[in-house]
């Protein structure tokens, strides 16, 4: 069984970073995608990043540029790197993955989801 644990999370000032780490377990490489998804109060959960098993990375718009997904292999986590923070991306931040190398911005293919961590940009 798949289990997923983000960790990386806190409190930062507008223009901040933050990296962001997700620990895979019971994980069989082969075909598979990561995300990171986020979830704002009151809104609904949306794709920010992902990157799958060929290494190819996708972006959520509001995200480019800032963001940057990549591949620890020696660890075996995922972690997403976040510059220039500003309140907007204040959100839970969650991981997933599923298996097959199709990457989604979209949470509805991602099958197995950590408990996610909480990101507050303020100052």
């Known amino acids: 069984q798949v289990q997923l644990v983000e960790s990386g999370g806190g409190l930062v000032q507008p223009g901040g970073s933050l990296r962001l780490s997700c620990a895979a377990s019971?994980?069989?490489?082969?075909?598979?995608?990561i995300g990171w998804f986020r979830q704002a109060p009151g809104k609904e959960r949306e794709g920010v990043s992902c990157?799958?098993?060929?290494?190819?990375?996708y972006y959520a718009e509001s995200v480019k540029g800032r963001f940057t997904i990549s591949r620890d292999s020696a660890k075996n986590t995922w972690n997403l790197q976040m510059n220039s923070l500003q309140p907007e991306d204040t959100a839970i931040y969650f991981c997933?993955?599923?298996?097959?190398?199709?990457?989604?911005?979209?949470?509805?293919?991602?099958?197995?989801w950590g408990q996610g961590t909480q990101v507050t940009v303020s100052s």
């Open positions: 019971g994980f069989t490489l082969g075909y598979y995608a």
């Open positions: 997933a993955t599923r298996s097959g190398g199709t990457c989604f911005l979209r949470s509805g293919p991602f099958g197995s």
């Open positions: 990157i799958n098993n060929y290494g190819s990375t």
